[in-house]
């Protein structure tokens, strides 16, 4: 099947859905060879290739090796979300209530009593349409999606874009933007696991820097309680770099554009992480189920990604403090994040 915006051999067939809607696979490059793959199904990064010398690159992302894995992991307990866009709101929300304009919705809840990444039916686990395609210097691929008024009890229906622009500086851009027709909480994020090392290997001897100095105190259930902390002579100090923490499931308080910096020593490659979001909520994993087939015939376990989920506070609706996440009818929510790669 030929694609009216891409070349055939850019555009592919990546697998089907159950009920048999077809999966495909787009792939762009810049002038330095960095390679970014992406399906519509959930608007997933699938791989992205990086440069670390004049003959080789490596996928620095975990994925899977076919677009019918990726739904089956849904289908699954505790899904991976690989790569995949993750909204309407990304993180917790309590016990999946929320107040607009003075009335209580009930959102779906997903995660025990708590609503999580959406709810069941979500961004991530449903298929797109691209829109947009560009080659050339600074190519691109955007994508589309329109959610059905009150899915998952959300007010309104939202039409959500996604665009993905490799820079010739060796850097993956990406652009959100969202409209609503009535006013609506949305929080989305990107959702890939990341392993510098390359994804068959694990995250053990990659360091971690955050320009935070703050974090966001949590429940047993990981849902905020409104205090934000100092991440001093804490074990969330990572101002300046240390090991990748081996188990982390938490939002940061960011102090400017530039949210993180994660290193390999052994091939020196660094990825800068800069966003216009008020936090970046980092988590490390990447263990799914054993039946799904992962990229290179990979068994991923706990250690073999960590997550830069550039976001809003988690459950923001629910505290005064944290900043506003209702986007309201008329308005534009526009959400940015540069991954940059340098080889020194």
């Given amino acids: 099947m030929e694609h009216p915006k891409l070349q055939a051999k850019q555009y592919k067939l990546f697998g089907k859905t159950k009920n048999g809607?077809?999966?495909?696979?787009?792939?762009?490059?810049?002038?330095?060879g960095m390679e970014l793959s992406v399906c519509d199904f959930g608007a997933t990064?699938?791989?992205?290739?990086?440069?670390?010398?004049?003959s080789e690159k490596i996928d620095v992302v975990l994925g899977f090796e076919n677009g019918d894995n990726y739904e089956q992991s849904f289908l699954n307990n505790s899904a991976p979300f690989f790569g995949a866009v993750v909204g309407l709101n990304a993180g917790r929300i309590n016990e999946g209530i929320i107040n607009i304009n003075g009335h209580q919705i009930h959102l779906d809840v997903n995660f025990g009593k708590h609503h999580l990444h959406?709810?069941?039916?979500?961004?991530?686990?449903?298929?797109?349409?691209?829109?947009?395609a560009?080659?050339?210097?600074?190519?691109?691929?955007?994508?589309?999606?329109?959610?059905?008024?009150?899915?998952?009890?959300y007010p309104g229906s939202v039409t959500v874009k996604a665009t993905y622009q490799l820079l010739e500086n060796n850097s993956l851009k990406i652009i959100f933007t969202a409209t609503t027709t009535t006013d609506n909480p949305i929080n989305l994020t990107q959702h890939s696991y990341f392993n510098l090392n390359g994804h068959?290997?694990?995250?053990?001897?990659?360091?971690?820097?955050?320009?935070?100095?703050?974090?966001?105190?949590?429940?047993?259930?990981l849902i905020p309680t409104g205090n934000i902390l100092s991440v001093i002579d804490t074990p969330f100090d990572f101002t300046e770099y240390k090991d990748c923490p081996k188990s982390i499931d938490t939002s940061f308080v960011l102090d400017q554009q530039h949210a993180a910096s994660l290193y390999c020593p052994e091939?020196?490659?660094?990825?800068?992480?800069?966003?216009?979001?008020?936090?970046?909520?980092?988590?490390?994993g990447g263990q799914c189920h054993e039946d799904l087939k992962c990229k290179d015939e990979t068994?991923?376990?706990?250690?073999?990604?960590?997550c830069f989920e550039t976001q809003n506070f988690p459950d923001a609706p629910n505290h005064d403090n944290f900043p506003n996440s209702i986007l309201k009818k008329g308005e534009i929510y526009q959400q940015e994040t540069i991954f940059h790669f340098e080889n020194k």
């Fill in 134 to 153: 560009s080659h050339g210097e600074n190519p691109s691929v955007t994508y589309e999606i329109t959610t059905p008024t009150n899915q998952n009890n």
């Fill in 267 to 284: 091939n020196r490659l660094r990825m800068n992480v800069s966003t216009n979001q008020s936090s970046v909520h980092i988590y490390v």
């Fill in 21 to 32: 809607s077809e999966i495909f696979l787009s792939t762009i490059s810049n002038k330095n």
């Fill in 45 to 54: 990064i699938t791989s992205l290739k990086v440069p670390i010398n004049n």
């Fill in 299 to 306: 068994t991923y376990h706990r250690l073999s990604g960590i």
């Fill in 118 to 132: 959406g709810g069941k039916i979500n961004l991530s686990n449903q298929i797109w349409t691209l829109i947009d």
């Fill in 200 to 221: 068959q290997r694990s995250i053990e001897n990659l360091q971690l820097k955050l320009t935070a100095t703050q974090f966001l105190e949590t429940n047993a259930d």
